[in-house]
């Protein structure tokens, strides 16, 4: 399925994306602190990987992390060992992925319906809430994305091969995609994109020996390659095996007794709706154009990507384990659903669907609120407007810049997309500059660590309220933290922390500018002498239970 090469729309298209790249790009230079709890723990373990040359195991404080699987870690390791120990460092692989997410989409895309629905599938997926956010942090659940839409792309131009032959060579090509995905986050990967293809061959009418055969040779070549890494973990400790794949995995899939438990059924609902916004609208757009049937290929493809996404879903939520990142390999289903219908709207340039003007108006109305929300929080953070005038300015500033969408004014098609485009990536630049800068040191322990780089010692024990162990390991200097034991440097909750009546000797307590109010709900903190470091206080362990004692009485 191809469509006539449109150099205008091509140029159009291109403009859009070096547009974009400004936004994706502010997060990657900008010396924004890394975030805790996950950022600045990855971070910390990649930084020793490379220290200790141990490329197989991951560790931090010498004690091995045996909660994911590698492929990140090598990533980011490679990125340290080249860039040296810095934000740019740690966070260049996050957006290496999401752009890979992005051009792996297109390339889905350009399959399913030419070139231009694979351009505008991209150009969706790049300008959705959860995918740009997520890619400007460093997690693991990125890297699994590009790897599960080429996945399934190799098992589609399988399913189209004309022979036996190209069927199994692009069943091939499926396994290396989806080995990278098992080490990325071993067996979910395969079940996201495994079951929806098998259920889509049934209800299309696909199977035959030669597409069963390209599945044999790819499930083959995935365990082979991610059975080495693999066995190299249980060798070199055992039990690794039964730990992640029974006690992590499958229990976690399973049971709700995980740290991610005891989440509703629904929560991914919410997640995926929200975070594929500005453009969760038009879904119902393409699944109109479903129900409206069209040539055999047209319906193939409406089969595969609803599919895809339905069984997605219902996998994902029927997990007991759930969190906003797990989810991420169904943005590009939803991308590639409005990218196919958005693509045969451009061709037919139609300015008077209604439901297209109605999808419109939802996506670039909600976008068009956080203009005025993020620059109300930009004047109040830098006291450029007085505090009473806040929220009115919010409201008032976001109605009217909202009304603009939702007059319901007759245009085309491509401008409804270049102005959706555009908008997003105002709105994220906005939210780098004005939201993500600004909140990093109150979720990193970067100015912590300094303060004891300066210092030239650390104290023998530090406890962090509210997770701040990751970064605070990143930047500290090597030969501090080399003195440092597993206990060390602890997360403490609230609770444990006003639990305490004897302090550990010698010990020091990090609590971040937002917990101190809490704390001070319990206890009266006036007059505790303390250091501050940031977005941090820092107290004397046995200063700090002298107030405790007091409090309690």
Not at 261 to 279: D, E, F, M
Not at 510 to 538: D, T, Y
Request: proline fraction near 5%; charge should be positive.
């Amino acid at each position: 399925m191809t469509t006539p090469v449109d150099l205008r729309s091509t140029q159009v298209l291109w403009r859009l994306a070096l547009g974009l790249s400004v936004a994706y790009a502010l997060a990657l230079v900008l010396p924004i602190p890394l975030f805790d709890p996950d950022e600045g723990l990855h971070a910390a373990i990649a930084r020793e990987m490379v220290e200790h040359g141990d490329w197989v195991t991951p560790h931090l404080l010498g004690v091995p992390f045996l909660d994911k699987p590698i492929l990140y870690f090598w990533a980011l390791a490679t990125s340290l060992s080249v860039f040296g120990p810095s934000e740019f460092a740690v966070r260049l692989p996050g957006i290496a992925f999401g752009i890979a997410g992005v051009l792996a989409t297109a390339s889905l895309g350009a399959a399913l319906g030419g070139r231009r629905a694979g351009a505008l599938s991209g150009l969706i997926h790049a300008t959705m809430l959860v995918p740009f956010a997520v890619s400007a942090v460093s997690v693991h659940d990125i890297a699994l994305v590009p790897f599960t839409t080429l996945t399934m792309l190799a098992l589609w131009r399988a399913a189209r091969a004309g022979n036996t032959g190209a069927a199994i060579a692009w069943g091939a090509a499926a396994g290396v995609v989806l080995g990278l995905a098992v080490l990325t986050k071993a067996l979910s990967g395969v079940a996201a994109v495994g079951l929806p293809f098998a259920i889509w061959m049934v209800w299309d009418r696909r199977v035959r020996v030669s597409l069963l055969a390209a599945g044999v040779v790819c499930v083959a070549v995935a365990a082979l390659v991610a059975l080495p890494w693999y066995l190299a973990m249980e060798h070199a400790n055992a039990g690794y095996l039964h730990y992640y794949f029974v006690e992590r995995h499958l229990l976690g899939y399973t049971t709700s007794t995980q740290l991610h438990g005891q989440r509703a059924w629904w929560y991914y609902l919410p997640i995926v709706a929200g975070g594929a916004l500005p453009w969760t609208g038009f879904l119902w757009m393409a699944l109109r154009d479903m129900r409206q049937g069209g040539s055999r290929d047209e319906v193939s493809v409406h089969r595969l990507l609803w599919t895809w996404l339905v069984v997605g879903l219902v996998f994902f939520s029927s997990a007991g384990s759930k969190l906003l990142t797990y989810v991420l390999p169904l943005f590009p289903v939803v991308a590639l659903l409005v990218g196919t219908m958005w693509n045969r709207r451009w061709q037919a340039n139609d300015i008077d669907d209604r439901g297209m003007r109605l999808a419109d108006s939802l996506g670039g109305g909600l976008l068009s609120l956080l203009l005025p929300l993020l620059v109300g929080i930009a004047m109040q953070r830098f006291n450029l407007t007085p505090e009473p005038l806040f929220g009115t300015f919010v409201v008032v500033g976001g109605l009217g810049v909202a009304g603009f969408w939702l007059r319901g004014t007759r245009t085309t098609a491509r401008d409804r997309f270049v102005r959706l485009v555009a908008a997003f990536g105002v709105v994220a630049a906005l939210a780098v500059l004005v939201v993500m800068a600004p909140a990093g040191p109150a979720f990193s322990a970067r100015a912590v660590a300094r303060y004891y780089n300066a210092q030239g010692a650390v104290p023998p024990t530090i406890w962090f309220v509210n997770e701040r162990v990751g970064s605070f390991l990143f930047y500290l200097d090597r030969d501090l933290r080399e003195s440092f034991r597993p206990d060390t440097a602890e997360n403490v909750t609230l609770e444990r922390l006003l639990s305490m009546r004897q302090a550990p000797p010698g010990l020091a307590i990090a609590v971040p500018f937002e917990q101190v109010a809490l704390i001070e709900r319990r206890i009266s903190l006036a007059g505790v002498p303390h250091m501050i470091a940031g977005q941090h206080r820092i107290y004397e362990g046995a200063v700090f239970a002298d107030a405790i004692r007091r409090g309690a009485r």
